[in-house]
């Protein structure tokens, strides 16, 4: 073999040797990167499988979460039911009697009332209170901590049905509202001078709303009309009060004020006196006549401790009883109320006053006034207020039977004197109250202390 022929082998044998690993490497790599990318597909997918696998036991945790969480639905209630308003209060009270010439004395009461009112529509309402205390006692729901711990009364305070036509009418708001049954006073009062808070007259209301708007200085304007009954009797007609007020409303700017002119004429008032006979619970101080010829006044009258020997037997051994009233009673009441912002929202400042002047006593002792004023609320937690009134009641101003159970000794008529109020508001339905009643009879009679009551 020559030596062109001996190198081309040569160099066939090296493409061979060599040519041959190159390829097979290559091939290594991609079935390598193949497998590789196989693989990595794969844990995409199962990236993807446990992110969805997540997502799913966040929902079912989260929807458990709300099951757990959510409250069972109330029971759908009847439509009558959203047309019933629940109401009542309870107060529990220690009262100090502080008496010169006399031995002072401590008494505990409470007071509850509660009740429903009820409106089927937009002109029509009726409702219903009960209240404890003394079912003989027509200005006081307060009961005494007595007797043994015996049961206590529950009374009818409230039964009223009140009817306010508009829409029924034709008219865009009512403008009048007639109301029949037992009911609070419906008219306006400055204070309790004339009418205690706890009374419940008995018989018809009737106000028309001359003026009845929210902007400008006359808010408010109305005639308020009643036909209370005390007294029925076949034989001599019934004992009542007839009752006549204009009332309006006032602002300037955001100064308020409340006004009130009214007549009270009682007709056949002697019968609420002769009550007393029978009835210990009523409180008569204005002049009566008892049945042996004694006039007297001015004092918590019993009948059982007149008479020759204080037994309440007359000279030939009758039970001595009152007769009548001494006076007739009509009694013109004006009264008002200003309130005037100071700037801090809890403490407005009220100025307030009231008088009465019975047109149809027979003697002078037939006037009575309260002024008065208080700085700060009740309405809301953390409420703090003070106040101070200055009260004259002579004898026969007001019907003593309805009038103020709380001022003086024993309630009545024929006391002067202070009212001293403060209170606080400790919770939206809890509050504190402390009053002080520093009086004296304006008159001093027999059976009456002359020094401070």
Same mark, same amino acid.
């Given at each position: 073999?020559?030596? +062109?022929?001996?190198?081309?082998?040569?160099?066939?044998?090296?493409?061979?040797?060599?040519?041959?690993?190159?390829?097979?490497?290559?091939?290594?790599?991609?079935?390598?990167?193949?497998?590789?990318?196989?693989?990595?597909?794969?844990?995409?997918?199962?990236?993807?499988?446990?992110?969805?696998?997540?997502?799913?036991?966040?929902?079912?945790?989260?929807?458990?979460?709300?099951?757990?969480?959510?409250?069972?639905?109330?029971? #759908?209630?009847?439509?009558?039911?959203? +047309?019933?308003?629940?109401f009542g209060d309870i107060r529990v009270r220690n009262e100090t009697f502080l008496r010169s010439g006399d031995r002072d004395r401590l008494r505990q009461r409470f007071r509850l009332r509660f009740g429903l009112k009820v409106k089927p529509n937009d002109e029509i309402d009726f409702?219903?209170?009960?209240?404890?205390? *003394?079912?003989?006692?027509?200005?006081? =729901?307060?009961?005494?901590?007595?007797?043994?711990?015996?049961?206590? *009364?529950? *009374?009818?305070?409230?039964?009223?049905?009140?009817?306010?036509?508009?829409?029924?009418?034709?008219?865009?708001?009512?403008?009048?509202?007639?109301?029949?049954?037992?009911?609070?006073?419906?008219?306006?009062?400055?204070?309790?001078?004339?009418?205690?808070?706890?009374?419940?007259?008995?018989?018809?209301?009737?106000?028309?709303?001359?003026?009845?708007?929210?902007?400008?200085?006359?808010?408010?304007?109305?005639?308020?009309?009643?036909?209370?009954?005390?007294?029925?009797?076949?034989?001599?007609?019934?004992?009542?009060?007839?009752?006549?007020?204009?009332?309006?409303?006032?602002?300037?700017?955001?100064?308020?004020?409340?006004?009130?002119?009214?007549?009270?004429?009682?007709?056949?008032?002697?019968?609420?006196?002769?009550?007393?006979?029978?009835?210990?619970?009523?409180?008569?101080?204005?002049?009566?006549?008892?049945?042996?010829?004694? /006039?007297?006044?001015?004092?918590?009258?019993?009948?059982?401790?007149?008479?020759?020997?204080?037994?309440?037997?007359?000279?030939?051994? *009758?039970?001595?009883?009152?007769?009548?009233?001494?006076?007739?009673?009509?009694?013109? =009441?004006?009264?008002?109320?200003?309130?005037?912002?100071?700037?801090?929202?809890?403490?407005?400042?009220?100025?307030?006053?009231?008088?009465?002047?019975?047109?149809?006593?027979?003697?002078?002792?037939?006037?009575?006034?309260? /002024?008065?004023?208080?700085?700060?609320?009740?309405?809301?937690?953390?409420? /703090?207020?003070?106040?101070?009134?200055?009260?004259?009641?002579?004898?026969?101003?007001?019907?003593? #039977?309805?009038?103020?159970?709380?001022?003086?000794?024993?309630?009545?008529?024929?006391?002067?004197?202070?009212?001293?109020?403060?209170?606080?508001?400790?919770?939206?339905?809890?509050?504190?109250?402390?009053?002080?009643?520093?009086?004296?009879?304006?008159?001093?009679?027999?059976?009456?202390?002359?020094?401070?009551?």
């Open positions: 073999m020559g030596g +062109k022929g001996l190198l081309t082998a040569i160099t066939a044998a090296l493409m061979l040797v060599v040519g041959t690993p190159v390829g097979a490497a290559e091939d290594d790599v991609r079935t390598r990167l193949q497998d590789l990318e196989k693989k990595l597909q794969g844990y995409e997918q199962l990236k993807e499988e446990v992110e969805r696998l997540k997502a799913q036991v966040r929902a079912e945790e989260g929807a458990a979460k709300q099951r757990a969480e959510a409250k069972p639905a109330a029971p #759908a209630l009847p439509d009558w039911v959203s +047309k019933i308003t629940p409702g219903l209170k009960l209240a404890s205390g *003394n079912a003989s006692d027509p200005i006081s =729901n307060n009961q005494t901590f007595t007797d043994d711990s015996t049961f206590k *009364n529950i *009374n009818i305070a409230n039964a009223y049905l009140k009817l306010a036509p508009s829409k029924s009418l034709g008219l865009e708001r009512a403008w009048f509202t007639v109301m029949g049954g037992k009911f609070d006073v419906p008219m306006y009062t400055a204070t309790r001078l004339v009418l205690d808070g706890d009374l419940t007259p008995e018989g018809f209301f009737e106000s028309f709303q001359l003026v009845d708007r929210k902007g400008g200085v006359l808010r408010g304007l109305a005639l308020n009309l009643g036909q209370w009954i005390f007294q029925e009797n076949s034989s001599t007609g019934e004992g009542a009060i007839y009752g006549f007020q204009g009332a309006t409303r006032l602002a300037f700017g955001d100064v308020a004020v409340n006004l009130g002119v009214g007549d009270y004429l009682y007709v056949k008032e002697s019968s609420i006196a002769v009550a007393r006979n029978r009835n210990t619970a009523l409180s008569i101080t204005n002049t009566v006549t008892l049945s042996d010829g004694t /006039v007297v006044g001015g004092r918590p009258i019993d009948p059982t401790k007149f008479g020759l020997n204080k037994d309440g037997k007359d000279a030939e051994g *009758n039970p001595i009883t009152i007769k009548r009233l001494n006076n007739q009673f009509n009694d013109l =009441n004006v009264g008002g109320d200003l309130t005037i912002p100071t700037g801090m929202k809890a403490f407005p400042v009220k100025l307030f006053g009231d008088y009465v002047n019975n047109t149809e006593a027979s003697g002078s002792d037939d006037q009575g006034f309260q /002024v008065g004023a208080m700085i700060g609320s009740s309405k809301e937690p953390g409420d /703090v207020f003070f106040s101070y009134a200055y009260q004259r009641l002579e004898t026969d101003a007001v019907v003593s #039977a309805f009038g103020d159970s709380d001022f003086g000794r024993d309630g009545g008529t024929n006391t002067e004197g202070h009212i001293l109020q403060t209170g606080y508001t400790l919770t939206k339905n809890l509050s504190f109250l402390s009053t002080a009643w520093i009086t004296e009879p304006v008159d001093d009679v027999a059976g009456r202390n002359s020094n401070t009551d």
